[in-house]
């Protein structure tokens, strides 16, 4: 304000001489110059310098139509919908029957999530005019927010149909048909908006976008680096150039690069998080350590900053590392607050991570007593046993330990004699992918940190064995002779889709055997620890979609024992078909096995549930019997399999189409 008003004064003083300007009110500057000077800002695209104009000019008219409006467009720009909706609505009480603030109404009530609203507004504008350009964009994202990316393809052909050079119709159809995966088609249109724009910057910017969605990576820098050139200092395509030169390799470039933004803003969180993953490519572990620290104590919330800055503690500090229990008590500090408010699951997540960090912690006492409430009084004794071993037990822990083991002591597996930590094992060997030519439009190799996500939350499933193999792959085809060598049944390739607020996680899931998908999973979440979230979400919906598969343990006396249990989601009165070791077979395509009724041996109907096993009658399946120890046991799918995925919006594809509602 400060800068704009010293500004003001001169222009005054080079107009009017050296005269008072006091008891001259024509002299000021007036509503009329602070609205000119705001949309000089907004052609220029300096949101917040436009913005303190429009707000003096309407602190000197309030009933400023124009200017409520351009203020409505600053705030949409700068993402803040719900003050862009206000004044929009503001500008329209002022300007009654004004279609194009119909138009901005309706774009902001899509990005607040308000649907329903939108289309009412969209529709009355084209009941009033059918072919006015601006609702029919709005209709389209309405359609792409709503998931329905093919819906939103027709209209946007349609319109250009109409409108056959318009340069945001042919970069908008370009970037929902890379959406969809049709990448030829997306360059045929984007190649038509340069050859009719070619010295539009924002074109040869969507360009690099597509170009390295597609693995084009040589052609998106050239392309971001036109972009550059017809507008330098273009922070969108100077940061996706940095992330290009971090995916072709070029990781000093991509320092450099990142350097430079950081120079411009020190609070560039992006840049810090780049700056970091470069160094890690470089080899540079302890800088990148140093870097990360720097961008997590910026934004504590930033989850791809914390997963990188994690994996680096992992796998480059002894267990004895003071950082680790440093970064360990961050979680600890937010487990106690999911604790306190009764959100069980979040809790244990947030202990399993600090553990993972610093085993030795004191807090795995309160990581056993989550356990303890949950119900699973045998893995709350041995977190105890583990205790005394490392050194970590008091006295009350010898007393709760001594308690339980009493408690426990009639248990189903200690009268079976079995130990349940050697006994329990999941059933479904599933590798983890992410793809590297998957990169995000804000983080860089974001698939492979929810990958790593994903895989850690899966090593507590007790029905999957997320497997060793590397998480980040080339191709598809590496992924897939990776999953077939390492014997797995099944292989997850996730991918990620963000914007500043939102994120999506894709998981395809793909036989092991032939590689052919099995099903899909998403898992679309907003707000704060929304990576965590999401990356939950795909592993429930994974671990939901496989089938109940266990081991008869011990067979005598027409009685069965088998390693599920209460934890498994095991009920009396559940029956499982009894299939001869070996037999059951992976479904080549889809989820689930395949055995003739032959391979059943027997039936087994559950009388006694205990907390990681169950036991119960067996009847064999014909006149001899053939049930044996290790024999497979399988609860039947119900009919229908996975439920197909319902569609969601793509958070990328809406933060990159917004931008082109600028003319």
């Excluded at 009110?25 to 602070?34: G, H, T």
């Excluded at 020190?266 to 780049?274: K, N, V």
Aim: proline share 4%; charged share 25%.
């Amino acid at each position: 304000m400060i800068r704009l008003s010293l500004a003001i004064s001169c222009l005054a003083l080079s107009l009017y001489g050296a005269a008072p300007v006091y008891g001259q009110n024509s002299r000021l500057p007036s509503a009329a110059s602070y609205y000119d000077q705001g949309r000089l800002f907004i052609r220029e695209e300096d949101w917040y310098a436009a913005a303190e104009s429009l707000l003096e000019c309407l602190r000197l008219n309030p009933a400023h139509a124009e200017g409520s409006a351009s203020l409505a467009e600053c705030y949409y720009a700068l993402g803040e919908f719900d003050q862009a909706l206000a004044w929009t609505r503001k500008a329209r009480s002022l300007a009654r029957g004004n279609l194009a603030l119909a138009n901005l109404e309706a774009f902001s009530l899509i990005a607040l999530g308000r649907l329903t609203e939108a289309a009412s507004v969209i529709t009355g504008v084209l009941a009033s005019e059918p072919y006015n350009k601006e609702a029919l964009f709005a209709a389209a994202e309405l359609d792409i927010a709503r998931g329905r990316h093919g819906d939103a393809v027709t209209r946007y052909r349609d319109a250009a149909r109409r409108y056959p050079d318009d340069r945001r119709l042919l970069v908008s159809l370009a970037l929902v048909l890379g959406s969809l995966g049709e990448a030829d088609s997306a360059r045929s249109y984007i190649e038509r908006a340069i050859a009719r724009h070619p010295q539009d910057y924002r074109v040869y910017y969507y360009a690099a976008y597509l170009d390295a969605k597609a693995g084009r990576l040589d052609t998106a820098v050239k392309h971001a680096e036109s972009a550059l050139f017809f507008r330098p200092g273009y922070a969108p395509a100077f940061s996706l150039l940095a992330s290009l030169r971090y995916r072709t390799g070029a990781f000093e470039e991509a320092l450099g690069l990142a350097d430079k933004a950081i120079g411009l803003n020190r609070h560039d969180i992006s840049a810090w998080y780049l700056k970091g993953m470069a160094l890690i490519g470089m080899g540079r572990k302890a800088d990148a350590l140093a870097v990360l620290s720097t961008a997590a104590s910026i934004d504590p919330h930033d989850e791809f900053v914390r997963a990188a800055l994690e994996d680096v503690l992992f796998t480059e500090t002894n267990l004895e590392d003071s950082r680790r229990s440093r970064w360990a008590r961050w979680h600890f500090e937010r487990g106690r607050d999911y604790h306190r408010r009764n959100l069980i699951e979040q809790s244990l997540f947030e202990y399993r991570r600090g553990l993972r960090l610093n085993p030795y912690a004191p807090d795995r006492r309160e990581y056993a007593e989550l356990l303890r409430i949950q119900g699973y009084p045998a893995r709350y004794l041995e977190e105890l046993r583990f205790m005394q071993a490392l050194g970590l037990g008091d006295r009350d822990t010898g007393d709760a330990l001594e308690a339980y083991d009493a408690l426990l002591d009639e248990a189903l597996y200690r009268r079976w004699g079995v130990n349940t930590a050697e006994a329990a094992k999941p059933h479904w060997n599933i590798a983890v992918f992410s793809l590297a030519s998957q990169s995000s439009f804000y983080h860089a190799d974001a698939g492979a940190a929810a990958s790593r996500y994903i895989k850690d939350i899966l090593v507590h499933e007790r029905n999957i064995n997320p497997m060793d193999t590397a998480l980040s792959q080339p191709s598809f085809s590496h992924a897939f002779r990776q999953a077939r060598e390492a014997g797995a049944d099944y292989f997850l390739i996730i991918s990620v889709s963000e914007n500043e607020r939102d994120l999506l996680v894709k998981g395809e899931l793909f036989v092991g055997r032939t590689g052919t998908l099995a099903a899909s999973f998403s898992a679309y979440r907003t707000g704060t620890d929304r990576l965590r979230n999401a990356a939950r979400g795909i592993a429930d919906r994974l671990n939901g979609s496989m089938p109940f598969r266990g081991e008869l343990l011990q067979y005598k006396q027409g009685q069965g024992l088998i390693d599920k249990g209460r934890a498994d989601g095991v009920e009396n009165g559940a029956a499982y078909h009894v299939v001869k070791r070996g037999q059951a077979l992976i479904l080549h395509e889809g989820i689930g096995l395949a055995y003739s009724a032959g391979d059943i041996v027997g039936k087994l109907v559950i009388d006694t549930v205990d907390e990681e096993v169950a036991s119960g009658a067996v009847t064999r399946n014909g006149f001899f019997d053939r049930i044996t120890p290790g024999d497979e046991i399988i609860l039947e799918p119900e009919q229908g399999g996975v439920p197909a995925p319902e569609p969601l919006a793509d958070p990328e594809l809406r933060a990159l189409l917004r931008p082109l509602r600028q003319p």
